[in-house]
C-alpha cells in the first residue's frame, strides 16, 4: 500500500454552539480539529490507508490538541513542525442547512519550513495538496512548492483540491486563479467544488468547465455535487455518479471525505497509473467516494463524522 502526503493547514474550529446564529451573535463556542487537508489525512487513515501530514501547528496546548487528534486517528505526524506563533484558530457557524460561515486568525500553519529528507520518502508514492490557506504567502506557499516540485520530479501521483475560501480572497480572486494554474496543469487527480471549477474556468457549464481542467493538464477530474454526486471527467468520458441517500445535519469535511477515500483506493493499487483510462475502476471508486462523503454530512464536526471501512461498506 502506498503512502498519501496531504500538505496544507491543520488548525483549530471554534464551531458556534447554536446551529442558525451568525457569528455576531453567537457566545458558545466548541473546539474542533479542522483544516481540509488534515481532514483528508484523516480520511484515508480511518478508512485503513497510509497518511503522513505534512503542516506546522504552534508550541502550544492547541497545537498539541492537533496533533493528538491526527495520531489518535492514525495518522502519521512525523512531518509535521510546531513554531512560536500561535496556531491558526478560525470562527465557525453553521446554518441551519449545515453550510459553514466563518473567519479566520492566521498563525502557525504559515510557518511551515521546506524539509529536504521528505523528497526520497514521496519518491512513487502520493501527494495530496489543499490550497485553502497555503497559495496565502508566508514559508508555507514556498515550502508548498518545493514539496511539489519534489513529487513531480519523485514520479508521484499528484491530487490537487483548491479549497477556495472566498473570505480569504475577497478582491483577490484573480490572484489564487493564477496561483492555482501549475497545480492545475500538473494534476494527475484534481477535486473541485461546482463553485471552484467556475471560477478556475470562466466557464459556467460543467462539460465546458472540464474541457478547460483537461486542457490545462488535469487527468482525471472530480466535480462535487452535494447531493447530486459526482462529475467524472477524463479526457474520454464524463460520467456523473449518483450519491446515496442521507439526511445531513453538518456538511464540513464532506469533500474532504470524498478525496480522502478516493485517494486511499488509488493508494491500494499496485501502481497508481492504474486508474489512467480505466473508467470503470474510477467509478466504482467515486462510487464509494460519495458514500464517504454522505456519510460525513449525517453527523456534526468533520473528522468524527468520517466514516471506517466498515461503515462505508454497509451502506448500500
Ligand atoms: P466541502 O464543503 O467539505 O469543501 P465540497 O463542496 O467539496 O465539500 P460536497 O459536494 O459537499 O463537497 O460533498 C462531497 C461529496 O459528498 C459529494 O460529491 C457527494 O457525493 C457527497 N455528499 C455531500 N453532501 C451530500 C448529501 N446531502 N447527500 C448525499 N451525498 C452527499
Same mark, same amino acid.
Given at each position: 500500500?502506498?503512502?498519501?502526503?496531504?500538505?496544507?493547514?491543520?488548525?483549530?474550529?471554534?464551531?458556534?454552539?447554536?446551529?442558525?446564529?451568525?457569528?455576531?451573535?453567537?457566545?458558545?463556542?466548541?473546539?474542533k480539529a479542522g483544516?481540509a487537508?488534515?481532514n483528508v489525512a484523516c480520511a484515508i487513515a480511518k478508512l485503513g490507508g497510509?497518511s503522513?501530514?505534512?503542516?506546522?501547528?504552534?508550541?502550544?496546548?492547541?497545537?498539541?490538541?492537533?496533533?493528538?487528534?491526527?495520531?489518535?486517528n492514525h495518522?502519521?505526524?512525523?512531518?509535521?513542525?510546531?513554531?512560536?506563533?500561535?496556531?491558526?484558530?478560525?470562527?465557525?457557524?453553521l446554518?441551519?442547512e449545515g453550510e459553514r460561515?466563518?473567519?479566520?486568525?492566521?498563525?502557525?500553519?504559515?510557518?511551515?519550513?521546506?524539509?529536504?529528507?521528505?523528497?526520497?520518502?514521496?519518491?512513487?508514492?502520493?501527494?495530496?495538496?489543499?490550497?485553502?490557506?497555503?497559495?496565502?504567502?508566508?514559508?508555507? &506557499? *514556498? %515550502?508548498?512548492?518545493?514539496? /511539489?516540485?519534489?513529487?513531480?520530479? +519523485?514520479?508521484?501521483?499528484?491530487?490537487? @483540491?483548491? !479549497?477556495?475560501?472566498?473570505?480569504?480572497?475577497?478582491?483577490?480572486?484573480?490572484?489564487?486563479?493564477?496561483?492555482?494554474?501549475?497545480?492545475? &496543469? *500538473? %494534476?494527475?487527480?484534481?477535486k /473541485?467544488?461546482?463553485?471552484?471549477? +467556475?471560477?478556475?474556468?470562466?466557464?459556467? @457549464?460543467? !462539460?465546458?468547465?472540464?474541457?478547460?481542467?483537461?486542457?490545462?493538464?488535469?487527468?482525471?477530474?472530480t466535480?462535487t455535487l452535494g447531493n447530486k454526486g459526482t462529475?467524472?471527467?477524463?479526457?474520454?468520458?464524463?460520467?456523473?455518479i449518483p450519491s446515496v441517500s442521507v439526511t445531513p445535519v453538518d456538511t464540513t469535511g464532506a469533500g474532504d471525505a470524498f478525496i480522502g477515500c478516493l485517494l486511499q483506493q488509488?493508494?491500494?493499487?499496485?501502481?497508481?497509473?492504474?486508474?489512467?483510462?480505466?473508467?470503470?475502476?474510477?467509478?466504482e471508486m467515486v462510487k464509494n467516494a460519495n458514500k464517504a462523503g454522505a456519510i460525513t454530512t449525517t453527523n456534526y464536526g468533520a473528522i468524527p463524522s468520517l466514516p471506517t471501512k466498515s461503515q462505508l461498506l454497509a451502506i448500500e
Amino acid at each position: 500500500m502506498k503512502h498519501v502526503f496531504c500538505i496544507g493547514e491543520l488548525l483549530i474550529d471554534f464551531v458556534a454552539e447554536k446551529q442558525g446564529s451568525d457569528l455576531s451573535k453567537a457566545d458558545l463556542f466548541t473546539k474542533k480539529a479542522g483544516g481540509a487537508p488534515a481532514n483528508v489525512a484523516c480520511a484515508i487513515a480511518k478508512l485503513g490507508g497510509n497518511s503522513k501530514f505534512i503542516g506546522c501547528v504552534g508550541k502550544d496546548p492547541f497545537g498539541t490538541y492537533l496533533l493528538n487528534v491526527l495520531k489518535d486517528n492514525h495518522v502519521d505526524i512525523s512531518f509535521a513542525q510546531r513554531a512560536k506563533t500561535f496556531t491558526t484558530l478560525a470562527f465557525v457557524s453553521l446554518s441551519e442547512e449545515g453550510e459553514r460561515d466563518f473567519v479566520f486568525s492566521r498563525g502557525a500553519d504559515k510557518e511551515l519550513k521546506y524539509d529536504s529528507s521528505l523528497k526520497k520518502s514521496i519518491k512513487d508514492n502520493l501527494l495530496h495538496l489543499g490550497a485553502a490557506t497555503a497559495l496565502l504567502g508566508g514559508d508555507l &506557499e *514556498k %515550502a508548498y512548492g518545493r514539496y /511539489f516540485f519534489d513529487a513531480l520530479t +519523485q514520479g508521484a501521483f499528484i491530487s490537487f @483540491d483548491p !479549497n477556495f475560501r472566498g473570505d480569504l480572497w475577497k478582491e483577490e480572486e484573480h490572484i489564487f486563479i493564477k496561483k492555482c494554474q501549475p497545480f492545475i &496543469e *500538473k %494534476a494527475d487527480l484534481g477535486k /473541485f467544488s461546482l463553485e471552484e471549477a +467556475q471560477l478556475l474556468t470562466g466557464k459556467n @457549464d460543467l !462539460n465546458e468547465c472540464c474541457d478547460v481542467l483537461h486542457e490545462i493538464g488535469t487527468k482525471i477530474i472530480t466535480i462535487t455535487l452535494g447531493n447530486k454526486g459526482t462529475l467524472l471527467s477524463t479526457p474520454e468520458i464524463k460520467k456523473t455518479i449518483p450519491s446515496v441517500s442521507v439526511t445531513p445535519v453538518d456538511t464540513t469535511g464532506a469533500g474532504d471525505a470524498f478525496i480522502g477515500c478516493l485517494l486511499q483506493q488509488i493508494a491500494a493499487l499496485k501502481e497508481a497509473e492504474e486508474v489512467f483510462g480505466n473508467i470503470d475502476m474510477l467509478a466504482e471508486m467515486v462510487k464509494n467516494a460519495n458514500k464517504a462523503g454522505a456519510i460525513t454530512t449525517t453527523n456534526y464536526g468533520a473528522i468524527p463524522s468520517l466514516p471506517t471501512k466498515s461503515q462505508l461498506l454497509a451502506i448500500e
